[in-house]
């Protein structure tokens, strides 16, 4: 499936910088997630979004900084994170909430130096 | 809470073997379940899914059923291929929004 894109695929940052990950959906779906995936942990479930308005934030840290402009763009603006912040963050949507398939995008791998 | 269990890999195999791979789940209600896979650089992909019980997925010759009396949902698959390597991910929807995932079993295979 290859309706999810995010750019960048690799970012290193430093823990000063400021930047931010974009994704975007060609699926006409209604609702997005971001997801953080680390070595040997499950996939942590970050924010959804449905209909552009956030319904859900997982208690994430507000060095992460989520914005939805329209149903197809979803960006995770970072600052000041930490080197425990490095993992790979994946975008999703689907096509409502609920118990909806979820298509991943190819994911931003981060490095925080 | 819901949760997921996968077995640990990785899962090492010839070409052509079978491959079972073990997933049991934990949940209250009747959630949907989801087996995604991770190529190498790539982020997931929808392998299968099943909606209720005794339903079976299937796809590229990958196949689960969905065990609600053993709350199972194993993934298998009769002959492996080197390109069937990968990470596989057992997953669980129920009415929210949250997919839970497994941590993930690494499928190796030598030809």
């Known amino acids: 499936e290859t309706g999810v894109t995010q750019t960048p695929r690799h970012l290193v940052m430093g823990m000063t910088n400021k930047k931010s990950l974009k994704c975007e959906q060609h699926?006409?779906?209604?609702?997005m997630y971001w997801y953080k995936q680390s070595a040997k942990k499950p996939l942590e479930l970050m924010f959804v979004?449905?209909?552009?308005?956030?319904?859900e934030n997982n208690s994430v840290p507000s060095r992460f900084s989520p914005e939805c402009p329209n149903s197809s763009h979803l960006f995770l603006h970072l600052h000041t994170l930490q080197p425990e912040d490095s993992a790979l963050y994946l975008c999703?949507?689907?096509?409502?909430?609920?118990?909806?398939?979820?298509?991943f995008g190819p994911g931003t791998r981060l490095l925080v130096l | 809470g819901n949760s997921v269990t996968q077995m640990e890999g990785p899962v090492t195999l010839s070409e052509e073997a079978f491959l079972t791979i073990n997933c049991t789940y934990t949940?209250?209600?009747?959630?949907?379940l989801f087996w995604y896979v991770q190529y190498p650089g790539e982020g997931l992909q929808l392998l299968l899914k099943?909606?209720?019980?005794?339903d079976k997925g299937s796809n590229k010759g990958f196949e689960a059923t969905y065990r609600k009396e053993t709350t199972s949902f194993h993934l298998e698959k009769g002959s492996v291929q080197v390109s069937d390597s990968a990470v596989y991910f057992c997953?669980?929807?129920?009415?929210?929004?949250?997919?839970?995932f497994g941590t993930g079993t690494r499928l190796q295979v030598f030809p």
């Open positions: 099943a909606t209720k019980a005794d």
């Open positions: 997953a669980l929807s129920d009415r929210g929004d949250k997919l839970i």
């Open positions: 949940a209250t209600g009747y959630p949907s």
């Open positions: 999703a949507s689907s096509r409502n909430r609920g118990q909806e398939t979820q298509y």
């Open positions: 699926l006409g779906h209604n609702a």
């Open positions: 979004y449905s209909l552009e308005e956030r319904v």
